[in-house]
Each structure stands twice: as C-alpha cells, then as structure tokens.
C-alpha cells in the first residue's frame, strides 16, 4: 500500500469517526398550541437562536389548538426518540397520561409555562397569580374603582390562563367591590375571538371602562374595536409585546408584565437543551419578571396607593431581547431559574 494511500484512508477514518457527531445532535420536539399568534411566532425565533447556542436541533408543531392533535404531536416525538419534549399544554390535565409515556420512554419533558403533575416532568413557570393580582389593581385604581371590566383569557383548563384569570378575578372581588367583571371570554390565544368579543361587551355595556388580558395580542384586537367604535377603554395585559409600547405611553395601558415572548422562548429551548444533553435542573423553574408602565402611570398609581418596582417602555425593549447574555450556554445551570 502506498504512503499517498495509507494517507488518504486515515483521512477518511477521521471523517468517519466525526461524522456521528453530527447525527447524534440532540433534537428537541415541541408541542405549541399554535404557531401563528405573535407571541408564539416570536418564542421560536428565539428559540432558534437558542437551538444555535447550544448545539441541538429543533423541531416545532403547531396544534392549531386542537387538543387531540397535540397528543398526537408528543406521540410522534416518542416514537422519533427525541432528545426531549417541550409542550405548551393546551389542556394541563388532558396531557398527563401523553406525557408519562413520554417519562417512561425516558425523554425529558418539559411543560411550558404550566405546573402540570405528571410525576418526573420539569415545568417553565412564572409567578402568575401575583402578577396579574398587580395588573387587576391597577386597572382597578385606574378606572377610580367602580364600574364595570371585562376579562380576555385564553383556554380553560391551560394552567397560565387559568392561574392568571384567577388572580385577576380574586383580586378584583377583594379589593374593589364596586367594579363589576361583566365577561370572561375564552380565546384559545385567537385575535378574531378576542376582536368579537370586545365587540359585543361594548355594544351590550356602552359604559364599560376597561378590559384586562392575559396575553397581550388579545388587548391589542380589543383595543381596535374600541378606537373604530371611538370608546376610550384601558388595559392591563400580560406577555410585555413591543406593540403595547405606544399604548403604554399614551397611558391607555395602565400596566403590562413582561414575560417577553422571545425571553420565554430562549429560555425553555435552553432549558431542553442543558437537559436532553444530561445536565440536573430543578422540577420547577421560575423565569424573573418585569412590571412595565409609564413613568407617568407609575406616579399616578403611586398617588393612589399603589407602588411596585417597574421598568418603562425603553428599558424593556432592552431586557425583552437580552435572552443570549441572561441565559445563554456559558452560564451556570442556576441561570436557568430564580427563586419563586
């Protein structure tokens, strides 16, 4: 055999043993309710971004928020032997069974945003029920404490919903006994849902004073019926969208919390990531939070009794994008929660 021969092979047994390396790069699945909300559009941007930082390969599926396609969605990712599931759980409990299947095939599971009890599953959570305890006070204190609200939720039995809707209508029961919550409306996340919803609360109640949200897209559809129809309605919402900015300025949104969609996306493409490659985590993880107003609100609010630590529209179109440096890979694990 010749030297230029014996060279060549050795070459390619190099190039041989590397390319397993490359097969063997963690894919990640994930179960979204759906993939056409901004919210979620603007989670897989970041998480894509992620999926580069770490080494690993996403797949994203849509469940146009049917429940039996996204059982259908993690049953294909077990059969596929991914790395790890990620699910944004249509219905917490309608899961379980899905998800321990996925435990017992030993893939990490984690559900996004949602505490949901399906024994070794990790969950992405946010303190909601206190958060949007804040948002219903002030909005109730912005509306002078009397009159009548209307509620925009996403889906029953979806553990951010339902936890968020909660402390909203306890807090609103508690603490202002003359507002009236004259609607609840489920969406499913769908801005059409949201826009015909404000449509009838306000021709049905032409003195409705303001509309909380759990996610800020369902707002932003309501506050276009309103301006067409010349009602001059305010906001509490939730998720910290850019597009709030200008309505958070002018005062009309008395008060978002910025989750941020790009933050929330990194951060759960992250976490599957550290744990599809074996790294511990805790069960529970908390992503940290910002309250987010005008200055000019703040100091309104603040005149009413009501104070909390905030950050205004230019600094959280800062932090909303900040995702690499707060939770990139040459972070600790600890980065990847806070405490509650």
Not at 40 to 48: H, I, L, S
Not at 212 to 230: E, K, P, R
Not at 304 to 333: C, H, R, V
Request: net charge negative; with cysteine.
């Amino acid at each position: 055999m010749t030297k230029k021969l014996t060279a060549a092979l050795i070459v390619a047994a190099a190039l041989a043993a590397s390319a397993p390396a490359f097969a063997e790069e963690p894919v990640l699945g994930l179960a979204a309710i759906d993939l056409q909300n901004s919210f979620f559009v603007r989670m897989k941007e970041a998480g894509d971004v992620a999926a580069k930082d770490y080494g690993v390969k996403t797949t994203w599926q849509s469940a146009e928020g049917s429940l039996e396609k996204q059982v259908a969605i993690i049953e294909n990712f077990i059969n596929q032997k991914v790395a790890a599931i990620l699910v944004d759980p249509i219905d917490k409990n309608a899961v379980i069974p899905v998800l321990k299947k996925a435990a017992e095939a030993g893939i990490p599971v984690i559900t996004m945003g949602n505490k949901v009890e399906a024994g070794t599953n990790y969950s992405t959570l946010y303190p909601d029920y206190d958060n949007m305890s804040v948002v219903a006070e002030a909005l109730g204190k912005s509306i002078g404490g009397k009159g009548e609200v209307a509620l925009l939720v996403g889906s029953r039995g979806n553990f951010v919903s339902d936890t968020r809707e909660k402390g909203f209508v306890d807090t609103m029961a508690k603490k202002f006994p003359d507002i009236k919550i004259v609607g609840i409306e489920p969406t499913g996340w769908d801005a059409a849902k949201a826009t015909n919803a404000a449509q009838t609360w306000l021709t049905t109640y032409p003195d409705l004073k303001g509309i909380g949200c759990i996610s800020d897209s369902l707002c932003l559809a309501a506050d276009s019926v309103a301006s067409a129809l010349g009602k001059n309605l305010l906001y509490g919402g939730y998720d910290g969208d850019e597009e709030m900015h200008e309505l958070i300025d002018n005062g009309k949104q008395v008060i978002d919390v910025l989750t941020g969609a790009y933050r929330v996306g990194y951060w759960n493409i992250a976490v599957a990531a550290r744990l599809g490659k074996g790294e511990k985590l805790p069960y529970d993880l908390y992503m940290p939070t910002y309250f987010v107003t005008s200055d000019a609100t703040a100091e309104k609010l603040k005149a009413d009794g009501l104070t909390f630590p905030y950050i205004n529209t230019a600094k959280a179109k800062i932090e909303s994008k900040n995702y690499t440096e707060q939770l990139g890979p040459s972070l600790p694990a600890s980065a990847m929660t806070s405490a509650k």
